[in-house]
């Protein structure tokens, strides 16, 4: 059922050096399933493990910090009941939450999060390197929060069926920095980066080459969006698959 490699039930767990690779599981956690507040994963191996949520890892719990790991060519399939599919390689669920310093690419997700799937308020992701993940929300990373933090990550290379093909995020309070997101696509809006919620802040986002109907860069619904100093290059709003066909090449904002 859940924690094809390991299943952690309890607070304040620690595991690190650990190599979790080639596991199964139906529901939660193809590697790791944690269930728990105050989790700390570092130093982790988990490549080729499958799952419904957390193709690798799924960890449910408040103040969860990961980083160090490698999370490489895991699955989220569905199976056809709500939530399934999601976070091909990480799917946390908290408050709280630190991400940073991950390798997490060849991912992928049947819906939402290529790599990683993450819920939560006052999260903050740095030092991601994402490429060539794919899943039908955010091609690489699915973030669900109010007031979420992400700078000096690298989501290159990855697909959304349908939005976000680099990040997606649903929510308040965003702010994007020092980030790079190229030669990404999603089929609807966002090739880049699809933002949904008021006060976001993009500043110093590097996007080259991506490729959506809406927003070839970059999508944001929401009022007071604040985006200045970046370079949106090379990008294409292509809806029936010719030039001009669709909206904003470099950036979309209804708000």
Known sequence: LRGGGLNILGNNCTVYDVD?????????????YVKGNDATFYNVTSFN?????????FIEGDNVLVHNCT???NQALSNGSDNSGRGGALDIAGKNCQVYDLDVSNNHADNDGGAMY???DDLEVYDINSVDNSANLGGSTFIEGNNIVVHDCIFDGNNATLRGGGLNILGENCTVYDVEVSDNYASAEGGAVYVRGNDATFTNVTSVNNTAAKGGSTFIEGNNAD??????DGNKAL??????SGRGGG?????
């Open 49 to 57: 493990n499958t799952a419904s949520r957390g193709g690798s890892t």
């Open 227 to 232: 985006v200045h100093n970046c370079t949106l």
């Open 71 to 73: 999370l490489d060519g």
């Open 20 to 32: 979790v690779s080639d596991n199964n599981a139906c529901t939660d956690g193809g590697a790791v």
């Open 239 to 244: 809806y029936n698959g010719t030039e001009g």
């Open 251 to 255: 950036i979309d904002i209804a708000g």
């Open 118 to 120: 993450i819920k939560s």
